[in-house]
Nanobody
Framework: DVQLQASGGGLVQAGGSLRPSCAAS????????IGWFRQAPGKEREGLSI????????YYAESVKGRFTISSDNAKNTVYLQMNSLKPEDTAVYYC???????????????????????????WGPGTQVTVSS
């Protein structure tokens, strides 16, 4: 069974950093794209960043570009989200999600767009709470 488990959230002061991780199992890691999404109370789920494990290409939402960095350790089947310069508005439950790679003529365009369509990601793990205090 495909399983994704996010961990590493917590409470941090504004300006601080966190590095949640997403441990994956049950599928061939290199054949998947893994994304980080978040959802704050009363808001829709928001895509943050995607990594395609076969080639390590990364994609970011404008709201986090320059502050967040996604990376993967293929030997550990784990994806990380380094979050710096955190703001109170970053407070949310953070989720990782996965889907088989899409081999399209414009895969970069597809994955940039997929940030806005969480439903494209079939597999989701339980989230991890991130709280940023002011």
């Amino acid at each position: 069974d495909v399983q994704l488990q996010a961990s590493g959230g917590g409470l941090v002061q504004a300006g601080g950093s966190l590095r949640p991780s997403c441990a994956a199992s049950g599928f061939t890691f290199d054949d998947y794209a893994i994304g980080w999404f978040r959802q704050a109370p009363g808001k829709e789920r928001e895509g943050l960043s995607i990594i395609t494990n076969s080639d390590g290409n990364t994609y970011y939402a404008e709201s986090v570009k320059g502050r967040f960095t996604i990376s993967s350790d293929n030997a550990k089947n784990t994806v990380y989200l380094q979050m710096n310069s955190l703001k109170p508005e970053d407070t949310a439950v953070y989720y990782c999600a996965g889907a088989p790679l899409v081999h399209a003529g414009n895969s970069a365009g597809y994955y940039r767009t997929s940030l806005y369509f969480p439903s494209l990601y079939k597999y989701w793990g339980p989230g991890t709470q991130v709280t940023v205090s002011s």
